[in-house]
């Protein structure tokens, strides 16, 4: 069945050429000489004032990916990187480390404001700053109704600001970006940063490991239940350069955190590197949930330019009955090659992939997940959407192991793909691997395998079959993405209503 | 992972390299021919593909390729009845064709090696990609097997088994089967032998418009053999092609299947049974084309697992640009009945056309609690009812098969594999 014209339609209007975020800033910048080398990652790590064992860290990551070769399995083609022909640090010239808003550049704020994201809290920030104890208890308790969230702005290489800091700390929360926590808290980074993801795991985190500038740092302590969302904004702006975060999420026994991820750049005709790493840590009976939506600029209409996005994300189910969620809404990116990843290792552990992949233009996505089984009771779930349209190629790759050891070992897997024109492709490639007679795994690509039952309720109140499949995929998806707060979500509320009628596996 | 290496030879590699050097002067072939042997084992020479090799990725054969035999001259391989009674038995003993060809109206059958000395046979000699490590080999070392042509219009009440027996050393077999306009045929495929042989087997098979084949593959080589076959197939116009592969025995086994449909309303039917025990690996690998509009293929694999047995299942489905109204399902199921064994399956699509039907499914499980219960509460102990419901679950795929004769001569397989196997 081909797509139906509402889906055309709507998928159209978050075609490449409408990219609303391309505008460029023209901040005064402070940057590294082009080009990686060791004395740049000491630069680099001297910028941070990050001490030596940090330093260590990194060299030892660049001697290793000096050795290393680009991995090509996956299906997107590019002209070779020059990785000497990029900036690996740029950093809006400021005070040094800024406290607080006052202190960062205004024009940088108004970037913020363009891109509509919560940095505007600035004001409820002073607000809370001044009032009294009373009222700051009141506020935390009303923290779900007044949908508030806590933001890390990172501006090229660095963190520019982090909101809602103190209100957070009261709760034992630790929210800052990882330079700061690497000063602050070095006995917490050391034991988890690159726990989950080492230096040596593949190209691109051992690139990233080595020149990592900024990203986020969460803490989330024994029993605490973080009280609002956190986020981070990342936005790509100078001309060249290559944007390398880390994120580090922790979170202790019986916590609770959710975590959400943004990022745009300026429209260029080149095309600009992203490679981050995310790690998330969760212990016996932790629960991360961890959000992106990802628009990056796609390139223009005839492919020219668009970001490279090649990221390591992992998290770890290392304690028992711990729990984490991927979701992802990947729109922008001109290549994106992206795999975030659970293992779960505690003992009734569970992790959860849903995405939502569109790809236009000449976009090539890459995406998928691992769920690694390695506890017993372990389960996990996978629910991707893929849509192409244009010249785009859209592949699903995802592997679901289970180990020896991993008894009753449970995964779903369900990957459908639609194909708008006939100039894209959509790719789908399952890897399952049992090694364990109680596994049961289950993959799926098919759209009637929507529930019978629901589906009949649905069409036994008069609504046709292809609307009664829409409403619910759409009631699925809509699920994912009112995860997100609504700054976020404005690109990926487009894609509700895409129903995937005449979808493929 | 990605450091730069530079491999050393791993001594199967040599021993296939200096084999061909040997080997050499005792090779069938004209000037053509020779050549793409040479092309051949450059191939080889630069190395057995690893599982960095994305075809390759849980069978790694330069890793499990461990030994190569000498060829053995004086080893000798015994005929065997053939599956279906009354069938026209080809037979390759060791390698080497019969001089004794049947005859039989409508069908024309030579001996490989004389299509290799006139060099009519080259251009299938070609490997389809630059991971056909199986089409390299065996283009590198074969030196029979049979041409057969079936006439346009021909239907055949009988089928035609070739046979491909061994009894130790290598042997390098390729059949080439042309199925005329119109004709219709059951040909089976019969792979077996004693010893720890070394074994490469291409079957080509060409379906022009209207041809309707049945193709079975019966592998039971022996649990020391090494065995690495393919079988390529074009579809005409409105050509239609049941294969159905069992793979029953064989040390390290890979079977590869590589179909084309090049003609609208092709149809291609793919069933598949992986009885593994031991401690062996079996790969099937299956790379299909669908290249013109209005083509359809089905393909369900069963597997069941036992003892240290590791399995794979790789299927590739590529529906091409212009290859619209594609209708393609394809699903693997696997009983893993050991804490030993394993199976590996990566269910493929790449879809470039956007008025399809495309499905996979994959399952991998253990036999299900709840109908072992039913058939235990009725008094059936456990030992056995576990028998039934695995027979089951594979025979249902050969019982989808609309030939009775056939249908009884393979479950009298199965149940032979279960006998052995317990």
Redesign the interface.
């Known amino acids: 069945?081909?797509?139906v014209q509402d889906t055309i339609d709507r998928v159209r209007k978050i075609d490449v050429d409408q990219y609303k975020y391309g505008f460029q800033t023209e901040i005064a910048m402070d940057k590294a000489p082009k080009g990686l080398s060791e004395d740049i990652i000491r630069f680099i790590s001297a910028k941070k004032d990050e001490p030596s064992w940090m330093l260590e860290w990194r060299l030892e990551a660049y001697r290793r990916w000096v050795?290393?070769?680009?991995?090509k399995?996956a299906r997107v083609h590019y002209p070779k990187i020059d990785f000497q022909d990029l900036y690996y640090y740029a950093a809006p010239k400021s005070t040094p480390g800024p406290t607080s808003l006052s202190d960062v550049d205004p024009e940088l704020l108004r970037v913020y404001e363009k891109l509509g994201i919560p940095l505007k809290e600035q004001e409820i920030l002073a607000g809370v700053q001044k009032t009294d104890a009373s009222e700051l208890e009141e506020a935390s308790d009303n923290v779900y109704k007044s949908g508030r969230v806590a933001v890390d702005a990172v501006f090229d290489s660095v963190s520019v600001v982090t909101t809602f800091k103190k209100e957070l700390a009261q709760a034992g929360v630790i929210f800052c970006s990882i330079s700061e926590a690497i000063r602050e808290h070095p006995e917490l980074v050391k034991k988890y940063l690159g726990s989950v993801v080492p230096t040596s795991d593949?190209?691109y985190a051992t690139l990233n490991s080595a020149v990592f500038t900024d990203g986020s740092f969460v803490f989330v302590p024994k029993g605490v239940r973080c009280p609002m969302e956190l986020s981070t904004y990342f936005r790509m702006n100078e001309k060249n350069t290559g944007q390398f975060e880390r994120t580090l999420i922790i979170a202790e026994e019986g916590a609770y955190v959710s975590y959400l991820e943004g990022c745009t750049a300026p429209q260029r005709d080149e095309n600009q590197l992203h490679a981050a790493v995310v790690e998330l840590i969760a212990l016996d009976d932790a629960e991360i949930k961890y959000s992106t939506v990802q628009n990056w600029y796609p390139g223009d209409a005839e492919g020219k330019g668009g970001i490279y996005n090649f990221v390591t994300k992992r998290g770890d189910c290392r304690g028992h009955r711990s729990k984490i969620s991927w979701t992802q809404v990947e729109t922008g990116s001109a290549i994106t090659w992206k795999y975030p990843s659970c293992i779960l290792r505690g003992d009734d552990s569970s992790g959860e992939f849903y995405s939502i992949a569109v790809s236009n233009g000449y976009q090539q996505v890459d995406s998928g997940t691992k769920m690694i089984h390695l506890g017993k009771n372990t389960s996990s779930r996978i629910i991707s959407k893929g849509i192409a349209a244009g010249y785009s190629q859209n592949t699903y790759r995802g592997q679901v192991s289970a180990h020896?050891k991993a008894t009753n070992a449970r995964n779903f897997t369900n990957c459908d793909?639609l194909?708008?024109?006939?100039?894209?492709?959509?790719?789908?490639?399952?890897?399952?691997?049992?090694?364990?007679?109680?596994?049961?795994?289950?993959?799926?690509?098919?759209t009637?395998k929507i529930s019978e039952d629901q589906k009949f309720y649905v069409m036994q109140r008069g609504i046709p079959e292809e609307e009664a499949i829409a409403l619910i995929v759409n009631g699925f998806v809509k699920d994912v993405i009112q995860q997100l707060p609504m700054e976020f979500a404005v690109e990926a509320q487009k894609l509700i209503g895409i129903s995937l009628e005449g979808s493929?596996? | 992972?990605?450091?730069?290496t530079t491999p050393q030879r791993t001594p199967a590699e040599t021993a296939l390299i200096d084999a061909f050097s040997d080997r050499l002067s005792l090779l069938p072939g004209d000037g053509t021919v020779m050549l793409k042997r040479d092309d051949a084992i450059e191939a080889i020479k630069s190395g057995l593909p690893t599982r960095r090799i994305?075809s390759w990725?849980y069978t790694d054969l330069r890793r499990l390729l461990t030994s190569v035999p000498d060829f053995d001259p004086a080893a000798v391989a015994k005929a065997i009845a053939p599956v279906v009674e009354g069938s026209a038995v080809l037979p390759v003993l060791n390698g080497v064709s019969s001089t004794k060809l049947p005859d039989i109206d409508g069908i024309a059958v030579q001996r490989l090696s004389e299509k290799l000395t006139d060099g009519s046979i080259a251009p299938g000699l070609d490997a389809y990609g630059a991971d056909d490590a199986i089409g390299a080999l065996n283009t590198a070392f074969v030196a029979d097997g049979y041409f057969v042509d079936i006439a346009d219009g021909t239907e055949l009440d009988k089928p035609i088994e070739l046979q491909n027996l061994q009894a130790g050393g290598q042997t390098h077999v390729r059949f080439s089967v042309r199925v005329g306009a119109g004709a219709k045929a059951v040909i089976v495929e019969r792979q077996a032998g004693e010893g720890a042989a070394l074994v490469s087997s291409v079957s080509q098979l060409l379906l022009e418009e209207g041809a309707d084949v049945m193709w079975l593959i019966v592998q039971e080589q022996a649990d020391t053999a090494t065995h690495l076959a393919q079988f390529k197939a074009h579809l005409g116009k409105d050509a239609k092609l049941t294969l159905f592969v069992m793979n029953a025995g064989g040390n390290l086994v890979r079977q590869e299947v590589v179909v084309r449909t090049t003609g609208e309303g092709a149809d291609f039917t793919l069933r598949g049974i992986n009885l593994l025990a031991g401690d062996t690996h079996t790969d099937v690998t299956m790379v299909l084309d669908h290249a013109v509009p209005h083509t359809a293929s089905t393909e369900v694999i069963r597997n069941v697992v036992t003892g240290r047995a590791r399995g794979v299942f790789q299927g590739r489905i590529n529906v091409h640009?212009?290859a619209?109204k594609t209708n393609a399902k394809m699903a693997c199921n696997?009983l893993?009945?050991?804490?030993?064994?394993?199976?590996?399956?990566?269910?493929?699509?790449?879809?470039?056309?956007?008025?399809?039907?495309?499905?996979?499914?994959?399952?991998?499980?253990?036999i299900d609690h709840s109908h072992l219960f039913y058939l235990m509460a009725r008094g059936i102990d456990e030992k056995t009812a576990r028998g039934l419901l695995v027979k089951a679950f594979v025979a249902e795929v050969i019982e989808e098969l609309d030939d009775e004769a056939i249908v009884e001569a393979l479950e009298a397989r199965l149940d032979g594999w279960f006998v052995a196997h317990g």
């Open positions: 069945m081909p797509a050795t290393l070769d680009e991995p399995w593949n190209f020896r793909s194909l708008i024109g006939d100039q894209c492709g959509a790719h789908t490639v399952p890897y399952m691997e049992a090694k364990n007679a109680t596994a049961q795994f289950e993959h799926e690509a098919t009637s493929v596996g | 992972m990605n450091i730069h994305e990725h640009q212009y619209q696997t893993l009945l050991s804490d030993d064994g394993e199976f590996s399956t990566k269910p493929e699509l790449e879809i470039f056309a956007d008025d399809v039907v495309c499905g996979h499914g994959a399952t991998v499980t253990e």
